[in-house]
């Protein structure tokens, strides 16, 4: 039961997390100057390239998110977008959202961890594909930091190693 739940609630965290990112990437990449001009008044470092790349990694991930392939991947490039806006551009304007704040950042970044080191349950390309999934209920209560095997093929006799 236990796993049943942890499926379901990967799933809806995927799928909701990367319709806001792609979201936030397709209104960037809708006026990438624009991005990059607002980018530079915040301080951000190399504003166009950073605008190009985060309207990348929010689009791509957020899609990756979604289907649940490569979670692992996607939750890292996210948090480093999540990282450079919180450093940025939030964290000295405090918590809530209508100040400025960090409050969404901090929240994505804490699903984007979770989907990263849980996994993406069995509802997902990661489990299609690679075996893989559930992070800690892949094997019993173990952890994914427990087992040392790289990314395994279905199928093959005695989950070879890729």
């Known amino acids: ?82 990282l450079g806006a919180l450093f940025f551009v939030h964290w000295s304007k405090g918590v809530f959202v209508d100040d400025g704040g960090w409050e969404l950042v901090g929240a994505l970044g804490s699903v984007v961890i979770l989907l990263a080191t849980a996994g993406a349950g069995r509802f997902s390309l990661d489990r299609l594909l690679f075996r893989r999934g559930h992070g800690a209920f892949e094997h019993g209560e173990a952890s994914d930091f427990t087992d040392t095997r790289p990314f395994t093929m279905r199928g093959r006799s005695g989950g070879e190693a890729l």
């Open 1 to 82: 039961m236990r796993r049943a739940l942890f499926d379901i609630a990967a799933l809806i965290a995927r799928v909701v997390t990367g319709v806001v990112f792609m979201a936030h990437g397709l209104q960037k990449a809708g006026d990438l100057q624009g991005t990059g001009s607002g980018f530079a008044q915040m301080g951000v470092p190399l504003p166009q390239l950073a605008a190009l790349v985060t309207t990348v990694v929010e689009i791509g991930a957020g899609a990756l998110l979604i289907v649940g392939l490569l979670t692992p991947v996607a939750g890292l490039l996210l948090l480093v977008v999540l």
